[in-house]
Nanobody, 115 residues
């Protein structure tokens, strides 16, 4: 049974930091690429960044230098470390993977950046 479970969202002030977690089960985690997406109401879902099975990362220009994606294969968990948060970062954040041609998504966790 494949499952991605996100956690770590919440309310944070501008300039603050949050770390999101994506815990995976039912997949061979160390062989997967993990993507982080976000979606605000009325907006399209956008790719925030990704990490390959080998640990290489890439990021959207809007978050480059502020967000860091990492993974801990021993814990079957990927992370999205967010710093210098802005109001524009407010969105539901989702992790995603493609495993044996099937797409899997987490349930989403809400991040709200507000004073």
């Amino acid at each position: 049974q494949v499952q991605l479970v996100e956690s770590g969202g919440g309310l944070v002030q501008p300039g603050g930091s949050l770390r999101l977690s994506c815990a995976a089960s039912g997949i061979i985690f160390r062989f997967t690429n993990i993507d982080w997406y976000r979606q605000a109401p009325g907006n399209q879902r956008e790719l925030v960044g990704s990490i390959t099975s080998g640990g290489n990362t890439n990021y959207a220009d809007s978050v480059k230098g502020r967000f860091t994606i990492s993974r801990d294969n021993a814990r079957n968990t990927a992370y999205l470390q967010m710093s210098s948060l802005k109001a524009e970062d407010t969105a539901a954040y989702y992790c995603h993977t493609n495993h044996f041609t099937r797409d899997y998504w987490g349930q989403g966790t809400q991040v709200t950046v507000s004073s």
